[in-house]
């Protein structure tokens, strides 16, 4: 699968939330059906844990810069939470 493909999709077709802040407030509301997190996110837990509150987590492999300009925006992303997938093939990522 194309994840850069994958995430543009997600983004303009399903419920998206970028950053940090929202996402772990969307995995805490069990709102979130998977997170991306970039391997330079500061906040450990989301990094070290392979799952969070049962919530599949994908480990990107690069920076907030790369997973930012993967997902087509100028601004890096840490971590980011599907509530929705869209029409994007997103869910179906290898997680763990």
């Known amino acids: 699968m194309d994840l850069a493909h994958a995430l543009k999709v997600a983004l ?3 419920t998206v939330k970028i950053g940090l ?3 772990v ?3 805490l509301g069990k709102k979130a059906r998977l997170l991306i997190v970039a391997k330079s996110c500061p906040n450990e837990k989301l990094v070290k844990e392979s799952r969070f509150e049962k ?3 994908y480990h990107y ?3 907030a810069v790369e997973l930012g300009a993967a997902c087509g925006k100028p601004f890096p992303i840490s971590a980011l939470a599907i509530l929705d997938p869209g029409s994007s093939a997103i869910l179906s990522l290898e997680t763990g």
């Open 61 to 63: 492999d690069g920076t």
């Open 25 to 27: 407030e969307s995995a």
């Open 12 to 14: 303009q077709t399903g």
């Open 55 to 57: 919530i599949p987590v």
């Open 21 to 23: 802040t929202e996402s």
